[in-house]
């Protein structure tokens, strides 16, 4: 089976720089992915690693490392709007998703 | 038009309710999935498909099952519902990229 750990709640100011952690152990990997949730709203997707090193997307990056069982997503130049919750994803062979427990951001003025 | 429909968008019902929750989608992929939600967690799976005949059970199934009528459509039912499935419920269906899902807009299911 897949388990993922990830930091219950962040918060930060905007314009700061933001880190999520996720750990993860598998029986099986294919990459990870990162969502994003806001309230009442649906999950959408942000980023996928499936190999080591570091995915930048504009504002976010996402980060990398099989050998550590470890990925990591970067949130720079904080904005309001990225208050929202995050969720760590590993994604197996079969192409299906197992998700952490979700990081929530509040973003402060 | 949204690419993911999900039916209804809310729903209270009672104890010992058959009830049928169901999502249509319109892009035409094969891989379609449906997720529970509880508050403050992540979303576990509970059955997923590949195809119209390709149909699995996922990390909780127990309690549900799933129909898939057609390519686009993809029903999950509750046979007897409890309160312990109260929850928020998402069908999700491939992106555009191999390794993306896209939701749909969720049900929030109450049973009482």
């Known amino acids: 089976g897949q388990s993922l750990e990830q930091p219950s709640e962040v918060t930060a100011v905007e314009g700061a720089i933001v880190q999520i952690n996720c750990t993860y152990q598998?029986?099986?990997?294919?990459?990870l992915s990162w969502y994003q949730q806001h309230d009442g709203g649906a999950p959408t997707f942000l980023s996928y690693?499936?190999?080591?090193g570091l995915e930048e997307t504009g504002r976010f990056s996402s980060f990398l490392s099989r050998s550590d069982s470890y990925g990591y997503l970067l949130l720079q130049e904080l904005q309001m709007k990225d208050s929202a919750s995050y969720f760590c994803?590993?994604?197996?062979?079969?192409?299906?998703?197992?998700f952490g427990g979700g990081t929530r951001v509040l973003v402060k003025p | 038009d949204a690419d993911v429909t999900q039916t209804p968008r809310n729903r209270i019902t009672k104890t010992g309710k058959r009830i049928m929750l169901e999502c249509s989608q319109t892009?035409?992929?094969?891989?379609m999935y449906w997720y529970r939600q509880d508050p403050g967690l992540g979303l576990r799976l509970i059955y997923y498909?590949?195809?119209?005949?390709?149909?699995n059970k996922g990390e909780i199934s127990d309690g549900y099952s799933v129909s898939r009528q057609a390519q686009a459509k993809f029903s999950l039912s509750l046979e007897s519902a409890i309160p312990n499935q109260t929850a928020l419920y998402f069908c999700?269906?491939?992106?555009?990229?191999?390794?993306?899902?896209?939701f749909g807009p969720g049900t929030r299911l109450t049973v009482l």
């Open positions: 892009k035409g992929h094969d891989r």
């Open positions: 690693n499936a190999l080591d």
């Open positions: 994803a590993v994604r197996d062979a079969g192409n299906k998703l197992t």
């Open positions: 498909s590949f195809d119209v005949k390709d149909i």
């Open positions: 598998t029986s099986g990997f294919y990459g």
């Open positions: 999700a269906t491939r992106g555009d990229r191999e390794y993306e899902q896209f």
